[in-house]
């Protein structure tokens, strides 16, 4: 689904490249962390995948086109069918949830009888079908986070890429966007996620990307935030409500989450293991059909 | 994207920029209004042309004393020549008859003429009564010949006035033009900053090219619309009151009539609105990244 094949990007005004030499390839239906300090590369990674920037040096394909040669009026169709998320949100706070998720297809142009059903049908799917027509600064953070999931959800992307979704959340409201981007993964998409939350990627035991000023350290399978094996869940997360645990067991000998950098482990190249079956407790059936709507 | 939510997103547009919307449609009003003050001015020319051109001729004044020979060599040359495609001869009654006839509203020009004043002549129709010139140089000082006229020649004072009137209204127009431009390249400006969250989620969705600028381009042709029919109005209400109140009364010459004030109107509506379109899109470039 996605394939950078040793792709390099500097900035005009940057002295250092913020990714340098990065190849990866991330089959349909994974998913998987991006992890690294700040400034190791990650939004640029994402950004390189939507198009916001172009690759210096190397190929990026997604959805098996080189993203580099789509002609600039095809960019809109890329975006339909990938996805996004931020730490910020970016709601439009003039607009009631409801409307916030209906303008993603609005704008696209989708009958307005599509508009209609997908929208409430989605709203329910991130559990705030009775929020409908609130308005953003009338939700909590988490809460606006889930509009703005259902926004990147509602056009059924092939491929989520979230930018620390959590930044701005608690703990245990964080649990539940992981939760939601877990059924979202489900569903069959693709979902990438930047993250600095150590908690949820131990938790998860997915495959993990990490970059360190912009080279690509580490690409583990079932991986915690940092190379070396992580404590249980239970004191990993103090907060931690109704996620089960990993289904891959983890290693028992606890290390602090701020492992230093040198332990890291060098890149393992190829593919990772796709998207682990069905953590336990993320909502079920809804999410399970086949992803609807154009999807290129 | 469908008309309901881009209607809805020009109405917010609207609502955030309402000032500014404001003095864009009233700056592109007086810009149509003046062009189409031009496009009537202009009407009013080809009016009285069509008026003058089917009664002013070229007017051979002939002599008391010319003879039955020399009328007659005269007649032939006139015959012959290609630039002239009629020749009609008018006796001193006849000529008397139509002075009269010209000059009906004012008695006191008519009161000490009889006919015996006027010479007796004759009235050439051009084959292209522009190049009447040409005509008056080759016959004035022929035997029998008093004097050539060209009547336009007398209607050069009015011409030039009108002339001069449609140049300024245009050139009024142009300078709202360009105002009107600054106006709405800053009003695209405002409204594009106002709208950054907006652009970002539609192009971050998906959203074609097309579609993010429409509403900017909304914005403006619906002030362009706005402007074009205040001005089709003035139009209108300078038709009703001035033309038909006041100048029919004054002029000896027909005036333009509605037709002319509905293509004026109908042009000034659609410059209003491909004009502030197409500016609106020239100013895109600059501020929306796409
Ligand atoms: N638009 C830009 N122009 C110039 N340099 C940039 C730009 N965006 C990012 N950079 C630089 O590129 C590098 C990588 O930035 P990037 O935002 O991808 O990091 P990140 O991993 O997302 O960091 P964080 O975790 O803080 O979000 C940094 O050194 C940053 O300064
Ligand atoms: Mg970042």
Same mark, same amino acid.
């Given at each position: 689904?996605?394939?950078?094949?040793?792709?390099?990007?500097?900035?005009? @005004?940057?002295?250092?490249?913020?990714?340098?030499?990065?190849?990866?390839?991330?089959?349909?239906?994974?998913?998987?962390?991006?992890?690294?300090?700040?400034?190791?590369?990650?939004?640029?990674?994402?950004? !390189?995948?939507?198009?916001?920037?172009?690759?210096?040096?190397?190929?990026?394909?997604?959805?098996?086109?080189?993203?580099?040669?789509?002609?600039?009026?095809?960019?809109?169709?890329?975006?339909?069918?990938?996805?996004?998320?931020?730490?910020?949100?970016?709601?439009?706070?003039?607009?009631?949830?409801?409307?916030?998720?209906?303008?993603?297809?609005?704008?696209?142009?989708?009958?307005?009888?599509?508009?209609?059903?997908?929208?409430?049908?989605?709203?329910?799917?991130?559990?705030?079908?009775?929020?409908?027509?609130?308005?953003?600064?009338?939700?909590?953070?988490?809460?606006?986070?889930?509009?703005?999931?259902?926004?990147?959800?509602?056009?059924?992307?092939?491929?989520?890429?979230?930018?620390?979704?959590?930044?701005?959340?608690?703990?245990?409201?964080?649990?539940?966007?992981?939760?939601?981007?877990?059924?979202?993964?489900?569903?069959?998409?693709?979902?990438?996620?930047?993250?600095?939350?150590?908690?949820?990627?131990?938790?998860?035991?997915?495959?993990?990307?990490?970059?360190?000023?912009?080279? !690509?350290?580490?690409?583990?399978?079932?991986?915690?935030?940092?190379?070396?094996?992580?404590?249980?869940?239970?004191?990993?997360?103090?907060?931690?409500?109704?996620?089960?645990?990993?289904?891959?067991?983890?290693? @028992?000998?606890?290390?602090?989450?701020?492992?230093?950098?040198?332990?890291?482990?060098?890149?393992?190249?190829?593919?990772?293991?796709?998207?682990?079956?069905?953590?336990?407790?993320?909502?079920?059936?809804?999410?399970?059909?086949?992803?609807?709507?154009?999807?290129? | 994207?469908?008309?309901?939510?881009?209607?809805?997103?020009?109405?917010?547009?609207?609502?955030?920029?309402?000032?500014?919307?404001?003095?864009?449609?009233?700056?592109?009003?007086?810009?149509?209004?003046?062009?189409?003050?031009?496009?009537?001015?202009?009407?009013?020319?080809?009016?009285?042309?069509?008026?003058?051109?089917?009664?002013?001729?070229?007017?051979?004044?002939?002599?008391?004393?010319?003879?039955?020979? +020399? $009328?007659?060599?005269?007649?032939?040359?006139?015959?012959?020549?290609?630039?002239?495609?009629?020749?009609?001869?008018?006796? =001193?009654?006849?000529?008397?008859?139509?002075?009269?006839?010209?000059?009906?509203?004012?008695?006191?020009?008519?009161?000490?003429?009889?006919?015996?004043?006027?010479?007796?002549?004759?009235?050439?129709?051009?084959?292209?009564?522009?190049?009447?010139?040409?005509?008056?140089?080759?016959?004035?000082?022929?035997?029998?010949?008093?004097?050539? $006229?060209?009547?336009? *020649?007398?209607?050069?004072?009015?011409?030039?006035?009108?002339?001069?009137?449609?140049?300024? *209204?245009?050139?009024?127009?142009?300078?709202?033009?360009?105002?009107?431009?600054?106006?709405?390249?800053?009003?695209?400006?405002?409204?594009?900053?106002?709208?950054?969250?907006?652009?970002?989620?539609?192009?971050?969705? /998906?959203? #074609?090219?097309?579609?993010?600028?429409?509403?900017?381009?909304?914005?403006? *042709?619906? *002030?362009?619309?706005?402007?074009?029919?205040?001005?089709?109005?003035?139009?209108?209400?300078? =038709?009703?009151?001035?033309?038909?109140? +006041?100048?029919?009364? +004054?002029?000896?010459?027909?005036?333009?009539?509605?037709?002319?004030?509905?293509?004026?109107?109908?042009?000034?509506?659609?410059? /209003?609105?491909?004009? #502030?379109?197409?500016?609106?899109?020239?100013?895109? $470039?600059?501020?929306?990244?796409?």
């Amino acid at each position: 689904m996605i394939v950078l094949d040793a792709v390099s990007k500097w900035y005009p @005004s940057g002295i250092r490249p913020a990714l340098s030499d990065v190849s990866v390839e991330i089959a349909a239906g994974e998913f998987v962390f991006l992890v690294g300090p700040s400034g190791s590369g990650k939004s640029t990674l994402l950004r !390189l995948l939507l198009r916001e920037e172009r690759a210096s040096a190397g190929q990026v394909v997604v959805a098996g086109r080189d993203v580099a040669r789509i002609p600039d009026r095809r960019v809109p169709r890329l975006r339909r069918i990938v996805g996004c998320v931020f730490q910020d949100y970016r709601l439009l706070p003039n607009r009631t949830v409801a409307a916030n998720v209906a303008f993603a297809l609005d704008v696209i142009g989708r009958p307005r009888h599509v508009v209609r059903s997908i929208v409430p049908e989605t709203l329910e799917l991130v559990g705030l079908g009775e929020k409908a027509q609130s308005y953003p600064d009338e939700l909590s953070g988490g809460e606006q986070q889930r509009v703005a999931i259902a926004r990147a959800f509602v056009g059924r992307p092939r491929v989520l890429l979230a930018d620390e979704p959590t930044g701005n959340l608690d703990p245990a409201t964080s649990l539940e966007i992981m939760d939601l981007l877990d059924a979202v993964h489900q569903a069959g998409t693709t979902v990438v996620m930047a993250t600095h939350n150590a908690a949820l990627v131990d938790a998860m035991r997915r495959r993990v990307l990490e970059l360190s000023d912009g080279v !690509l350290v580490r690409d583990e399978a079932g991986g915690g935030y940092d190379t070396a094996p992580v404590p249980p869940l239970a004191t990993a997360l103090p907060t931690a409500p109704a996620t089960s645990p990993p289904t891959s067991p983890p290693s @028992s000998a606890p290390v602090p989450a701020s492992a230093p950098s040198s332990a890291r482990i060098p890149v393992q190249p190829g593919p990772g293991v796709p998207g682990t079956p069905g953590v336990p407790g993320a909502p079920p059936s809804p999410w399970a059909p086949a992803p609807r709507g154009p999807v290129g | 994207m469908r008309p309901g939510p881009l209607a809805a997103l020009w109405w917010t547009g609207l609502r955030r920029n309402l000032a500014m919307t404001a003095s864009v449609i009233v700056t592109i009003t007086i810009c149509l209004a003046m062009l189409g003050a031009g496009l009537l001015l202009r009407a009013q020319v080809h009016t009285i042309d069509r008026y003058l051109l089917g009664q002013l001729e070229v007017v051979v004044d002939l002599t008391d004393d010319i003879t039955a020979a +020399q $009328r007659t060599d005269l007649e032939d040359r006139l015959h012959s020549d290609p630039a002239i495609t009629a020749v009609r001869y008018e006796s =001193k009654q006849q000529v008397f008859d139509r002075f009269r006839r010209d000059f009906r509203g004012s008695p006191d020009v008519v009161a000490g003429v009889g006919p015996e004043d006027l010479p007796a002549a004759l009235r050439l129709t051009l084959a292209d009564p522009r190049a009447s010139g040409d005509v008056v140089v080759s016959y004035t000082g022929l035997d029998g010949v008093e004097g050539v $006229r060209d009547q336009r *020649a007398l209607l050069q004072p009015l011409y030039r006035f009108l002339d001069a009137f449609t140049i300024g *209204a245009f050139a009024l127009a142009a300078v709202q033009a360009l105002a009107s431009f600054a106006l709405i390249y800053t009003m695209i400006r405002i409204s594009a900053h106002g709208r950054r969250r907006e652009t970002a989620i539609m192009r971050l969705v /998906g959203a #074609s090219n097309g579609t993010i600028r429409a509403p900017f381009v909304l914005e403006s *042709a619906v *002030a362009g619309v706005v402007g074009g029919l205040c001005a089709a109005g003035l139009l209108v209400a300078a =038709k009703i009151l001035l033309v038909d109140g +006041q100048f029919t009364r +004054q002029s000896t010459f027909p005036l333009f009539g509605w037709s002319a004030v509905w293509e004026s109107a109908a042009a000034v509506l659609a410059v /209003g609105l491909l004009a #502030s379109a197409a500016m609106a899109s020239l100013a895109l $470039r600059r501020h929306l990244r796409v």
